[in-house]
């Protein structure tokens, strides 16, 4: 079936990179999306990257996809306690046209 | 104002209650979904509509029921709660065109607690 893997928690320094990866299923899914959860809000489209390319790069965001080996990979730049917050993997759900999310990785960011 | 709304964003209920949660947006989306969070187990997509004629179960609909009023408004109902149903419920829109991405939107959530 489709499954979408993540770790739970990452944590980081003010400044550092953060790293944050992402296993899928469906060699299919067209698009695969980063979405951000910050407390209390719901989540938000981040960065999404087609499959035909390797690397989206946007500001501090890359996002890295190994079709071969079904990973993906959200590389922040610099990160800022404001880059705290819940980062989900998503892919798309074949036949059910729906995104199909991760556990979600916890990211947070020490000064 | 948000293009996505949910009410109401916090329930309290007791076991054996019927209860509803309503999504509203303005963003002419023809799609339309409610999720479920729950801590460590993500985002579970409970029923899905791409039109107002068009609905179907997602990954837990068990114990759930939607109905899809108008292209704007898609509710959610619990026929009758029970505490294992207490999480973080989300509505969320999007509306693939062509060969577009299919981003979805998503409201503020609503925290439900059934004791």
């Known amino acids: 079936g489709e499954d979408v893997e993540q770790s739970l928690f990452l944590s980081v320094r003010e400044g550092d990179s953060s790293v944050i990866n992402c296993t899928y299923t469906?060699?299919?899914?067209?698009?695969l999306y980063w979405y951000k959860q910050e407390p209390g809000a719901g989540l938000q489209l981040l960065t999404y990257?087609?499959?035909?390319?390797d690397m989206k790069q946007d500001q501090r965001l890359t996002v890295l996809l190994n079709k071969k080996d079904k990973h993906l990979s959200l590389r922040i730049a610099d990160t800022q306690t404001g880059d705290s917050a819940i980062y989900f993997c998503?892919?798309?759900?074949?036949?059910?046209?729906?995104?199909?999310f991760g556990k979600g990785t916890k990211l947070s960011v020490k000064p | 104002d948000a293009d996505v709304t949910q009410t109401p964003r916090n329930r309290i209920t007791k076991t054996g209650k019927r209860i509803m949660l309503e999504c509203s947006q303005t963003?002419?989306?023809?799609?339309m979904y409610w999720y479920r969070q729950d801590p460590g187990l993500g985002l579970r997509l409970i029923y899905y509509?791409?039109?107002?004629?068009?609905?179907n179960k997602g990954e837990i609909s068990d114990g759930y029921s939607v109905s899809r009023q108008a292209q704007a408004k898609f509710s959610l109902s619990l026929e009758s709660a029970i505490p294992n149903q207490t999480a973080l419920y989300f509505c969320?829109?999007?509306?693939?065109?062509?060969?577009?991405?299919?981003?979805?939107?998503f409201g503020p959530g609503t925290r439900l607690t059934v004791l």
């Open positions: 969320a829109t999007s509306d693939l065109r062509g060969q577009g991405s299919d981003e979805q939107f």
């Open positions: 469906d060699s299919s899914s067209t698009y």
């Open positions: 990257i087609f499959s035909n390319m």
């Open positions: 998503a892919e798309e759900g074949g036949s059910q046209g729906n995104l199909i």
């Open positions: 963003k002419g989306h023809d799609r």
């Open positions: 509509s791409f039109d107002v004629k068009d609905i």
